[in-house]
Each structure stands twice: as C-alpha cells, then as structure tokens.
C-alpha cells in the first residue's frame, strides 16, 4: 500500500466507523472505486484499533463507570446503575461475539461486494428514517434493561454484513425501544467498545500464528489516523445528533448506493 492509500483508507475508516453510514461498506467501496487492491487483514485491524482507542477516550468516564459497575456485580451489588450498565454492555455483546465467530469468515469470503453493499445501505437506511421519525423519544440511558441490551446487541450482530453500519443498526434498535437519540447513540459506542476489542484480539492472534509480512510501521500510521479522526466523528455526532437526526444520513446512503448502481453497474 502507498502512504495515500494508508492515509485516505485510515481517515474513511475513522470518518465513518461512528457514524451510521457503514465503515465496511466504505473500506470496500473506495478501493473499488480507486481502483486499489484489497488492503488485507492487517489495515483493518489496526484501523479497528485506532476507533477503539477513540471510543475508550471520548467515553472515559463511563467506561470508569462500567469497570466500577463490573466491580459491583462481582461483589453482589447488581442493584447499582453502573452494574446494571455492566451486565447490558456484557450480555449486549454475547450476539454479535458468537456470530462473528460462526459467520464471519464465510461474510468475509462471500458477502464483501458492492451489491451487497447496496442493498443494505438502502434498506437500512430506509429503515432508520422511519424509525427515528415514528418512534418516542422519552427514555434514557438510566431506564436501560437486559432485555433492551440483548435486542440491540442482536441488532448488531447484523453489521457484520458490510454495507449495514454497526452504529446504525444498533441507533436504530435503540431508537425503536423509545430511547431519545443522544442515549441511543451513547450506549451503541458503547457497545461497540468490547466487540472491537474482541475482534481486534481475535484477527491479531490470527495474524501472529500465520504467515502473513506484517507492514508495523504502516500499521501505527494508519491506527493513529483513525483514531483521531473517528475521535473528531464521535464529538461531531454526539453534538449534533439530537437536532438533525438520523435522516442526513439516511439520505446519504440512499444516494451513495444510487451512485454505486450508476458507477460499477
């Protein structure tokens, strides 16, 4: 990979990993439309890296609320807000966990193509304008239950399809169960933090025991550019998300998949 490739990639990821618009789909739709190669296993582990780092800083106080609230539950307080966080955050991501390591493999080697990427921007998108439009918007992130923390924990489980957003589906589940769209959006980064960790874990070990050359020093670069940026679209998000919705990017990804159909079909 050249150092343009590295550094549009990495800010593309950054840009879009928290905003509901899909990060893979636009890992898969810039090389193609570039005309680059695959960037391969190692760039996108260190670019998941570099947005969880974003996600542990942003959100430091309530990750210090979640380790407090783990704390709690193993000495028997599961009464406390922060344990009830802690167990939401936890069982939230047993789907998404269990469905990665079932499907991810066969997704990767099947599901990684531009049509798929336009079907999901397209019906997701389609599906978060309705339901940020109809839904309530009473609750908060206080009122959260297990049984709210399993339904969008499965919801993200759908975003390992590329093209589908891990923040998007996960706001729109959100949003569907009443909650106002700052609470929705801060518990899915939230939720987000442990699948990516998890992941991060997972492709790491794999690139260690394999026989893949690994480029570490283009590897840094691109975790650092990622996490800035996607530390600037986090701030960016939940400042503004209350007054314009979801339905600009709703509409972005209707036209961005409109354009996809126009250019590579």
């Known amino acids: 990979m050249t150092w343009l490739q590295i550094i549009v990639l990495a800010v593309v990821q950054g840009l879009t990993e928290f905003l509901p618009i899909s990060s893979s789909g636009h890992l898969i739709l810039v090389p193609a439309f570039a005309g680059w190669t695959d960037q391969g296993l190692p760039f996108d582990v260190a670019v998941h890296f570099g947005s969880l780092g974003a996600v542990c800083v942003f959100f430091r106080n309530d990750i210090a609320g979640l380790i407090r609230g783990t704390g709690d539950v193993l000495a028997g307080r599961s ?38 990427v336009v079907v999901t921007l397209a019906g997701y998108g389609a599906l978060m304008a309705l339901v940020d439009r109809f839904a309530p918007r009473e609750r908060n992130i206080s009122s959260i239950r297990i049984r709210d923390a399993i339904i969008i924990g499965t919801a993200q489980a759908l975003s390992l399809v590329p093209g589908t957003s891990r923040s998007g589906i996960t706001i ?94």
């Open 79 to 116: 009464e406390t807000l922060q344990a009830r966080m802690a167990w939401c955050i936890g069982l939230g991501t047993i789907p998404a966990a269990i469905a990665g390591l079932l499907l991810a493999g066969w997704i990767s080697a099947n599901l990684r193509s531009p049509m798929i």
């Open 172 to 265: 729109t589940a959100g949003r569907l169960l009443g909650f106002s769209r700052q609470d929705a959006a801060r518990f899915s980064f939230l939720l987000s933090a442990p699948v990516i960790l998890l992941a991060t874990i997972y492709q790491v070990v794999k690139l260690i025991t394999g026989d893949i050359e690994v480029p570490w020093e283009n590897l840094a670069v691109a975790a650092l550019v990622s996490g800035i940026v996607a530390y600037l679209s986090i701030d960016f998000f939940m400042r503004f998300v209350s007054a314009l919705g979801l339905l600009p990017f709703a509409i972005y990804r209707l036209i961005l998949a409109s354009v996809i159909l126009y250019v590579l079909y």
